[in-house]
């Protein structure tokens, strides 16, 4: 309901090109103009991408992936994705869109920023935006507000140059006419299938093949490496135990943070909204100066909303906008339902959409949440913040005197402070205790026999770790895993069986053996597809790269080069029919042309971002990212 008085109407596609195209950069740069010759990775048409911004880059690439792989980076990933050059890339992309904009005479206004912003589900509490939770989850992401608008300024200005290069991008009608041809004339198929699990009940396991298997694939039975550990824990919680405030410090908190516990005021409004072009300012005006008076002859609001106004979120809700707070509407129409008593009407107010006649339904007063109300919440809040303190001090003087000591052992027979222990285990199975803390097991395995770690921060405080023992992988002996490897020898075999037979119906078949009868020799079953396009492959019941082949088949070529694979099924088919699909409803057409256009918009792009790299000046300075 709100949608028209945040910002203009957004295009999903645009969205999703500037995405392919890497103009909304998966990484929030921030200003690119930081860096000078000396210390750039790079420069584009002699504006310089500082180290600094590329290293920002980087860092957050690296958290990322860390925290996918739990934690530990693989060895050399990194280097394998290549993404310290993937980076620079995309930084010189991003420069480019900029200037390629700035040619075009676009920019994007902090309004518009702010609007977009507010718009997003995220940041909103029960649909409302809401600072608070907006700051909040920008701190979790370790993202400044600064830095998060630039990103959403860069988006927006991706969207207009999107927008922009896509009234280039002209359809003709042979285009159409031959890519509806291509995407919905259906075909059949028949075919059979040959699953392993069907082999697997004629597969009989002798000694001397499950040796022979277990030879060449004993590796994956390697056991994974162990180790027990000592260690020592600094929890928050147990220091949280021993912690009291006074009512002074509760109260001096509450105080400092007083704006986390205010509400401010918000008001409820209805709006009827008659819209302008920039052309028609003074009939428009008398139009809502037409549907005032009616209003103030006693006309029902929200029955005249609901006939009049052009605004297609709220006039089927008779024009409610809901409970906002000042800032969330733009600045004229904000000023003017802050202004208004309740149930009163406002004359027409001209924004850039057109006139608004508004009445303002009800006001929410502003609050203050009571100390009383926050006080055990508060006095967690400094409980858990200075226990973690206390954690990380403690964990600090106990590392100390363990060098002291010599010895992890040593200091805790002086300090008579009893060391926990683990017996073996594997990354992937830590002992109940140790359950969940990632880090802590990530650094766990990173270190070798007699070895003491750095102080380890996990979710719950601080550790200490001594690895007392490790046990290497091995092989196991066959009779240690002997069930194991029989059902993979029975699995592998299986396929092998099932893939054979496959290949040889498809030869027989190319041959000249008729298809129904090399399937029933095999026995095999034979089905049949239902009329199918390219554009509804889902409906052929064969898996989707599959019946994308079965295009390319016809009844003069009717069997594929090879048989098809899905998992552990070989699939044998052939071309069976053609036909031509009527034309579309009016409808369809619509939507079938309206999506060959974006195809035409991303092919536009595309040619563009290539011209500005080959065009421009740009030169890159590898040594700095080494």
Known sequence: MLELLRQQVKNPFFQAIIVVLILVFVFFGADMGGGNQRDAVATVNGQAIGFAEYSREYSRAVDTLRDQFGGKLPKNLIQSLGIKEQIVQRLIQQTLMTQGAQEMGLHVSNWEIQEEIMAQPFFQVDGQFDSARYKQLLAQNNMAPKEYEESMRLDLLGRKVSQRLGEFAVLTDWEIDQRFAFNNNE????????????????????????????????????????????????????????????????????????????????????????????????????????????????????????????????????????????????????????????NEVSGPIKTRFGYHIIELQDITA??????????????????????????????????????????????????????????FFSQATPPAELAGKRRLIAETFNLVKGDLSSLIEDADGYYIIYIDDVRQPVVPQLN???????????????????????????EACK??????????????????????????????????????????????????????????????YRFQEKQTTPSAGQTAKEAFIATLHQEKQLTTLESWLNHMMQTGEITTNPTLIE
Do not use: C
């Not at 994974?224 to 260690?231: C, S, T």
């Not at 824990?233 to 007083?258: C, H, K, L, P, W």
């Not at 549907?291 to 024009?319: C, M, N, T, V, Y």
């Not at 409906?539 to 098809?564: C, D, K, N, V």
């Open 511 to 572: 041959q000249g053996t008729e298809f129904r009868q090399a399937v029933g020799e095999a026995g095999g079953s034979i089905k049949t597809s239902p009329w199918f396009s390219r554009a509804k492959l889902g409906i052929s019941a064969l898996p989707a790269a599959i019946s994308s082949q079965g295009f390319t088949l016809s009844e003069a070529h009717p069997y594929p080069e090879t048989i098809g694979v899905e998992g552990n099924s070989f699939y044998v």
């Open 187 to 342: 075909i059949k198929l028949a075919y059979a299938t040959l699953a392993a699990s069907d082999f697997s009940k004629d597969i009989i396991v002798n000694d001397d093949e499950l040796s022979t298997y277990f030879d060449q694939h004993k590796e994956a039975y390697k056991s994974a490496p162990q180790v027990k550990i000592k260690y020592l824990a600094f929890g928050v919680a147990q220091a949280m135990e021993t912690m009291t405030f006074s009512d002074a410090e509760i109260n001096d908190y509450y105080q400092r943070n007083i704006t986390t516990y205010q509400e401010a005021e918000k008001r409820t409004a209805r709006h009827i909204l008659i819209k302008t072009d920039g052309t028609n300012d003074e009939a428009k005006k008398a139009e809502a100066d037409g549907i005032l008076q009616k209003i103030r002859d006693g006309g029902d609001f929200s029955a005249l909303a609901r006939e009049f106004s052009e605004d297609p979120g709220s006039a089927s809700q008779g024009g409610e906008l809901g409970t906002f707070s000042s800032g969330q509407m733009v600045p004229t129409f904000d000023d003017a339902v802050f202004s208004l008593a309740k």
């Open 366 to 423: 502003a609050k203050t949440t009571l100390l009383s109300e926050v006080r055990d919440t508060i006095e967690r809040t400094l409980k858990q913040q200075q226990a973690k303190t206390a954690a990380f001090e403690n964990a600090g003087t106990a590392y100390e005197k363990i060098f002291q000591a010599g010895s992890l052992d040593r200091y805790s027979a002086q300090e008579g402070v009893a060391l926990l222990s683990t017996d």
């Open 480 to 506: 240690a895993v002997k069930k194991e490897v029989t059902i993979d020898f029975k699995a592998a075999r299986s396929i092998e069986l099932a893939k054979a037979k496959a290949l040889e119906i498809l």
